[in-house]
């Protein structure tokens, strides 16, 4: 496994802030990249994708791909597209491997929602992004320790984590986001 390169961490105040963000890192993503998004459901990992769909000049209409496991997003510029996974579902590396990833990896920018400990082994390379949702108290008939997600927090703050992991990354900087 390739070990951590660098790390950097911010807040978002609100939805615009966080596809602001991410619009601003997909314009600097290139085909090959990996990138893997990590959060509670409801934390912004489609609304993240979102924003970086924008940055790459692909198609709109990105919505999460829970049901279909992916979605192909091509570019309506010279970019390279964007794969949607959502790894939720599938419960082992089989199930992973049959979704057949490779064959796209090297000419679009892939993004797996629910992929932390299941896709790294497939580039050298990738972006680990952790989203963050401030603590909320638990709703009336939710269980224990959990909060029913709303409609009316979707501006939320967040925190945003990137970790960027192998070589692709050693000289890439992110810079300021937001």
Not at 52 to 79: C, K, M, Q, W, Y
């Amino acid at each position: 496994m390739t070990g951590l390169v660098w790390s950097q961490e911010f807040s978002v105040a609100s939805v615009e802030e966080l596809q602001g963000a991410a619009t601003s890192i997909g314009s600097r993503l290139a085909a090959g990249d990996l990138l893997i998004l990590t959060g509670e459901l409801g934390a912004g990992k489609t609304t993240f994708t979102q924003g970086l769909g924008r940055g790459l000049g692909v198609r709109e209409g990105i919505i999460s791909p829970t049901f279909v496991l992916v979605r192909n997003h091509p570019s309506l510029a010279d970019g390279p597209a964007l794969v949607h996974v959502d790894a939720y579902r599938l419960e082992s590396d089989s199930e992973i491997d049959d979704l057949d990833l490779e064959s796209t990896l090297d000419s679009s920018v892939t993004v797996v929602e629910w992929g932390s400990g299941r896709v790294e082994h497939l580039a050298e390379s990738w972006l680990h992004i952790t989203l963050v949702r401030p603590a909320a108290s638990p709703a009336a008939g939710s269980p224990a320790g959990q909060a029913a997600p709303t409609d009316d927090d979707d501006d939320e703050p967040r925190r945003v984590r990137i970790e960027a992991f192998g070589p692709r990354w050693v000289d890439q900087q992110l810079g300021a986001l937001v």
